[in-house]
C-alpha cells in the first residue's frame, strides 16, 4: 500500500528543484493590493475677475463724469477717458505734441466751466479740423496749407486757446467774485467763436475763394496771402462762429443777447486779425506776428 501512495504524493507535491532559484533571481513575494501612486492634478489658478474690474473702472469714470463741481482730479481724469475713446479723431487733426497740448486745454475747461464747456470746445475742435482739410492737396500744392497734413501742433492750441484759458483760470479761482463769473464765461464762448470763425474764413477761403482781396487797399492777391479777404470766406467765417455761438446757447452757457454779442466780436477781432497781418506780418521785426 506504501508503494501505492508513493506516485499519488510525487504528482501531489512539487519536486525540490522547483524550490531552488535559478542564481541572480529574487524570491517571489506576494503582492498586495496595489496603491495608485499618481498624484492629483494642481487646481488652477483663479483668473482676475475682468469684469468686477471694468465695473469698477466704470464707477470711478462715471462718478468723475458727474462731479459737480467739478475738481482737478475728476477733470484730469475724465478728459483722460475722452482722449482715449477719441484718439482717432485727434490724431487726425493734431500732432502728438498738440494732443498733449490740447490735453491740457481739455483738463482746464472741464474744471472751469463742465461737461458743457468741454463740449463747446469738442465742436470747435471738429469743426476746425474738417475746414482744415478741405481741399487739402489743393492747398498744398498752392503752397498754403497746414504743415504736416494739416494736423495742427501746440503752438496752434496754444494762440486758439490762449484767451479762452485765461477765462478758464479767472473763473475757477472765482476772480472779481459771482459779478464776475458770467463775464469769464461770455469771454470763453466768445473767443472760441472767434477763433472758430478765423479758421473757417482763412481755410474756406483757400479752398473755395474766387477772389481775394488784401483788407488794407482791397487789390486782388492770390489766396493764402496775410490780410487777404474773400467773399466766401467772410460767410464761411461768420456762419461758423454763429454756429458755435448757437452751440453755447444750447449747452446754457450764454443767452441771446450774448450770442449776437459773440458773433459781432469774433467779427471785429477777425478784421483785426487781418489788418494786423496786411501791415505787420512777414515785416522786418515782426516775424514772431502769425
Same mark, same amino acid.
Given at each position: ?21 535559478? @542564481? ?5 513575494? !506576494? ?12 487646481? @488652477?489658478?483663479? $483668473? !482676475? ?7 469698477? $473702472? /466704470? ?10 463741481? @467739478?475738481?482737478?482730479? #475728476? ?13 482717432? $479723431? ?34 470747435? =475742435? ?21 504743415? /504736416?497734413?494739416? /494736423? /495742427? ?15 478758464? $483760470? ?11 463769473? &458770467? ?17 473757417? #474764413? ?29 467773399? &466766401? ?9 454763429? =454756429? ?12 441771446? !443777447? ?28 515782426? &516775424?514772431?506776428? #502769425?
Amino acid at each position: 500500500m506504501a508503494c501505492g501512495l508513493q506516485p499519488l504524493l510525487h504528482a501531489a507535491l512539487p519536486s525540490r528543484s522547483s524550490f531552488l532559484l535559478a @542564481p541572480g533571481t529574487l524570491p517571489l513575494v !506576494p503582492r498586495g493590493p496595489t496603491v495608485s501612486r499618481h498624484l492629483s492634478p494642481p487646481q @488652477p489658478r483663479a $483668473l !482676475p475677475d475682468t469684469a468686477a474690474a471694468a465695473a469698477g $473702472l /466704470r464707477d470711478v469714470l462715471a462718478d468723475a463724469f458727474l462731479a459737480y463741481p @467739478p475738481t482737478w482730479t #475728476s477733470a484730469a481724469a475724465t478728459n483722460l477717458a475722452i482722449f482715449v475713446a477719441g484718439s482717432p $479723431l485727434l490724431l487726425s487733426g493734431l500732432s502728438a505734441s498738440g494732443i498733449a497740448a490740447a490735453y491740457i486745454l481739455g483738463t482746464l475747461t472741464w474744471r472751469a466751466f463742465g461737461s458743457r464747456g468741454y463740449l463747446l470746445v469738442a465742436a470747435y =475742435f471738429v469743426v476746425g479740423t474738417a475746414v482744415t482739410k478741405l481741399k487739402i492737396k489743393q492747398k498744398e500744392a498752392l503752397g498754403v496749407a497746414e504743415k /504736416r497734413g494739416g /494736423r /495742427r501742433g501746440p503752438g496752434s492750441v496754444i494762440g486758439s486757446s490762449a484767451a479762452g484759458c485765461v477765462c478758464a $483760470l479767472l473763473s475757477i479761482y472765482n476772480v472779481g467774485g459771482g459779478a464776475f463769473a &458770467e463775464l469769464w464765461r461770455l469771454g470763453f464762448v466768445a473767443s472760441f467763436c472767434t477763433k472758430l470763425g478765423d479758421t473757417a #474764413s482763412s481755410e474756406i477761403g483757400k479752398a473755395y475763394g474766387r477772389t481775394t482781396y488784401l483788407v488794407t487797399t482791397f487789390k486782388i492777391v492770390p489766396r493764402g496771402t496775410e490780410g487777404a479777404v474773400s467773399v &466766401e470766406g467772410t460767410l464761411a467765417g461768420i456762419v461758423a462762429a454763429m =454756429f458755435l455761438a448757437g452751440v453755447g446757447y444750447s449747452m446754457g452757457q450764454v443767452n441771446v !443777447p450774448q450770442v449776437v454779442l459773440c458773433v459781432l466780436a469774433s467779427q471785429i477781432a477777425n478784421f483785426g486779425e487781418s489788418l494786423i497781418g496786411a501791415t505787420l506780418q512777414d515785416k522786418e521785426g515782426f &516775424e514772431w506776428v #502769425s
